[in-house]
């Protein structure tokens, strides 16, 4: 769904009016000030920026006012066919289409050649850092997100997304993977595609690997 530069003037101004309302204390680590001229920018930029802009500014918005309980919910109307989960030594592939199952397992490398390391300082800028288990939650979901990928400057195309990848083989991989409607995706996750050893495998990733003496 597109939004007019209209509907997003509303949104943005239902925010402004409300929630100093409707906040207990909602300038305890941003004035009053601060919040109203951050508002009025935002709502100069919406007559030449695009609704991706708009959602990224007002996440940003919201990490300045340092709450946590004070969350913004949008319902995204496209994702990429990819799902993420964080383990100590990297994010890895968890789930994706069918077709792309040799990705399964895979080690995230980069998107569009900005580094995870990257990426993670991005998206810190839009999502509170304070709870280290929140964040890593909204990270994996941003991270097949082509809104908030695309309003954070990390790929300019409308359609596709590159994602550099290391395989379980040690083997770097980059794949194309396209813009899909929300909800569409038929993801496939390792345990439908493949079986996996009894034991740990040194050249293999442990994760995902059933050991029968833990059951």
């Given at each position: 769904q597109q939004f007019?530069?209209?509907q997003l003037t509303e949104d943005l101004h239902y925010f402004r009016d409300s929630l100093p309302v409707r906040h207990t204390n909602l300038y305890a680590k941003i004035s009053p000030e601060r919040f109203s001229s951050l508002v009025a920018a935002m709502e100069e930029n919406?007559?030449?920026?695009?609704?991706?802009?708009?959602?990224?500014?007002?996440?940003?918005?919201?990490?300045?006012?340092?709450d946590e309980h004070t969350r913004?919910?949008?319902?995204?109307?496209?994702?990429?066919?990819?799902?993420?989960?964080?383990?100590?030594d990297g994010i890895y592939v968890v789930a994706t289409e069918k077709e792309q199952a040799g990705l399964l397992l895979a080690r995230l490398d980069s998107i569009?050649?900005?580094?995870?390391?990257?990426?993670?300082?991005?998206?810190?800028?839009v999502v509170k850092p304070?709870?280290?288990a929140f964040f890593e939650e909204a990270k994996l979901r941003l991270l097949y997100n082509p809104w908030f990928l695309k309003g954070l400057s990390v790929f300019p195309l409308e359609s596709a997304?590159?994602?550099s990848l290391t395989d379980s083989l040690g083997v770097s991989r980059r794949v194309l993977?396209?813009?899909?409607?929300?909800?569409?995706?038929?993801?496939?996750?390792p345990a439908q595609v493949t079986t996996m050893p009894a034991y740990r495998?040194?050249?293999?990733?442990?994760?995902?690997?059933?050991?029968?003496?833990?059951?």
């Open positions: 007019t530069t209209e919406l007559k030449a920026g695009r609704a991706e802009d708009f959602v990224i500014q007002l996440w940003k918005l919201n990490v300045e006012i340092g913004i919910e949008y319902d995204f109307p496209t994702e990429l066919p990819v799902r993420f989960r964080s383990f100590a569009n050649g900005i580094s995870v390391s990257m990426l993670d300082k991005r998206i810190k800028e304070d709870n280290a997304v590159q994602f993977m396209e813009v899909v409607p929300k909800g569409q995706a038929k993801l496939v996750s495998n040194p050249r293999q990733y442990y994760h995902w690997q059933y050991l029968p003496e833990a059951d």
